[in-house]
């Protein structure tokens, strides 16, 4: 007997054995794309993920630690067969729960060390691709349905359901992340970056056509992005966005890890989500239960994802610089450099994203003066958006009330006193090239670049700034002209402007206060003593060795 029960733009259905005995195969339907307009059949080539996990919930294998989908011929006994059996007749999309008995599975033997003799084994299993005669049927089915079953076995209190598809989604999601990221950044290629051209930036109507023609390029891309990656779902609603982007789905997971007795599973999934979302009382409260707060001590925690990784870095590698753990220094700022770009780079990919949905429509519903007018609310937007991602990810306290003012600049003043006290000169001279680079007339760095031409095999070329730097440097520069040429106020785009980021004002400010709780927190670890009051500059007596001028962490 087959139940169905209908919810929303899913399917959930019970089970195709509802009422099986011992040693019959069972297959349950957790969730079915509606409609489902192709099954599988004998000859088919399936792909799909997996866990599998014996009658008491330990796993014994999973698709996803080897980083792709598990691949087979459907009817060719090419798998045990509980699985040939379970996956006939399936969809793309649909998520099973198939319960496998012995003797549809290992038997007897087992396998190894892996699997006992006379296991029923249950695998979860994501259908994603079905190809018949080298034409693919159907497309991968995206985290979002993965995120409506996981909350939905939630709400229904089947723990270890909750934990499968919610972590499938969490796999999935980071995967469509990737895809859209790197199909953006193709977007932007593709179009030349027309937005930043020299002969671009100017206050003409052609000047602005121009950018605007290149921004239509971009924006159209974006959206054959999403609907290659979503298909007829084409993106996500906001509020489902939001549930992946502040962790949420993560305060889910923790609670059915804990209804397991999966203790440790459960408190580093309440670290993650605190971790996204620093002040939350719920958060506070799951991280006392877990021990991972005591008191009104930092948070003593290990999660699985952070958020602003690269300030973290950057606040390690400040205090290992208090500390003169010089090559630690260089190690964590490194890291941060790193973390900091792709950061900027992908924030600033979505704010084409962004506006994507609207864009042609509303230029292609005005004329003349009205279109040029939307156009430039458009761009402008588009520059606020990539502006607050700057603003945002460079907002960082040092302790409360005190905002580093040079945090970009300041990892290669850092990282170029640590190299030269690791005995790297060219690193030295490189960071402090790329440091004067963004800060032209600071007298401090132009005497290190003094010291360091005098050094033995150092030359001119060596104070080449790093090309990375130099690139996000001429890149934001350009963007700031264009942003104070049209200098359109946020008041005149929100009545025509639509895109989940049209209100950019009100977020950046929003985001500031989050950042400002998290540093409280994330930086309270920081010894007083080498916290940055005012920064102070050594005098060059100082260095009875000719070392180069520094700013020095310490308070003096």
């Not at 921004?215 to 290659?228: E, N, P, R």
């Not at 907002?395 to 005190?402: A, I, M, Q, S, T």
């Not at 400002?516 to 102070?536: A, I, M, P």
Request: hydrophobic share 30%; proline share 3%.
């Amino acid at each position: 007997m087959e139940t169905t029960l209908a919810l929303s733009f899913a399917v959930l259905l019970c089970c195709v054995c509802t009422s099986c005995k011992a040693g019959e195969l069972k297959v349950d339907v957790l969730y079915a794309p509606n409609p489902c307009e192709q099954r599988s059949q004998d000859g088919d080539h399936l792909e799909y993920h997996y866990v599998g996990r014996f009658l008491d919930g330990s796993e014994f294998d999973c698709s996803f630690n080897y980083n792709q989908p598990y691949k087979f011929t459907l009817g060719r006994r090419q798998v045990i067969e509980g699985m040939d059996k379970g996956l006939a007749g399936v969809c793309v999309g649909e998520r099973l729960k198939i319960t496998i008995p012995p003797e549809m599975a290992y038997g007897e033997g087992g396998v190894g060390d892996k699997i006992p003799p006379n296991s029923t084994l249950v695998f979860y299993v994501d259908m994603l691709t079905i190809r018949r005669n080298n034409v693919t049927l159907s497309t991968t089915v995206t985290s979002d349905q993965l995120l409506y079953s996981g909350t939905n076995a939630y709400v229904d209190e089947r723990w270890q359901d909750c934990v499968d598809i919610l972590e499938s989604a969490i796999t999935i999601y980071k995967e469509e992340q990737d895809k859209l990221m790197t199909c953006l950044a193709e977007c932007k290629k593709s179009s030349n970056t027309g937005i930043l051209q020299e002969e671009s930036v100017g206050s003409t109507d052609y000047a602005l056509f121009n950018q605007v023609y290149y921004m239509f390029k971009q924006q159209k891309c974006a959206k054959q992005c999403k609907a290659q990656l979503y298909g007829k779902h084409k993106s996500y609603s906001p509020d489902t966005a939001k549930l992946f982007e502040d962790r949420t789905v993560f305060n889910y997971l923790q609670m059915c890890y804990y209804h397991l007795g999966s203790v440790d599973d459960a408190r580093v999934a309440a670290e993650t989500f605190y971790d996204f979302n620093v002040g939350s009382e719920l958060g506070l409260s799951n991280l006392r239960y877990y021990g991972s707060l005591k008191s009104d001590s930092p948070p003593d925690y290990s999660p699985r994802e952070v958020s602003m990784e690269h300030q973290k870095l950057y606040a390690k590698g400040r205090n290992a610089y208090g500390d003169r753990q010089f090559s630690t220094v260089v190690e964590a700022m490194e890291a941060a450099l790193e973390k900091f770009y792709v950061a900027v780079g992908n924030c600033q990919l979505r704010c084409i994203d962004n506006f994507s949905e609207h864009f042609d429509e509303d230029m292609h519903n005005e004329l003349g003066d009205d279109a040029l007018m939307v156009a430039a609310r458009y761009l402008s937007a588009y520059l606020l958006c990539c502006k607050d991602c700057v603003d945002t990810l460079t907002y960082f306290e040092v302790k409360p009330g005190n905002v580093e003012q040079n945090y970009l600049g300041s990892h290669y003043h850092y990282l170029q006193f640590a190299y030269y006290q690791v005995q790297d000169m060219k690193s030295a001279a490189q960071c402090a090239g790329t440091y004067i680079v963004m800060h032209p007339d600071d007298d401090v760095m132009k005497g290190n670049i003094a010291f360091y031409k005098t050094q033995a095999n150092i030359t001119d070329n060596d104070f080449n700034p790093r090309q990375d730097a130099y690139k996000y440097h001429v890149e934001q520069t350009k963007l700031e002209m264009l942003r104070s040429t049209l200098s359109v106020p946020r008041s005149a785009m929100a009545s025509k402007i639509r895109g989940p980021r049209g209100d950019t004002g009100d977020m950046k400010e929003d985001k500031k206060k989050q950042r400002k709780q998290n540093t409280d927190t994330n930086t309270s670890d920081l010894q007083e003593d080498k916290d940055v009051g005012s920064v102070q500059e050594v005098a060059a007596e100082n260095f009875e060795d000719g070392s180069p001028i520094i700013r020095d962490v310490r308070d003096s």
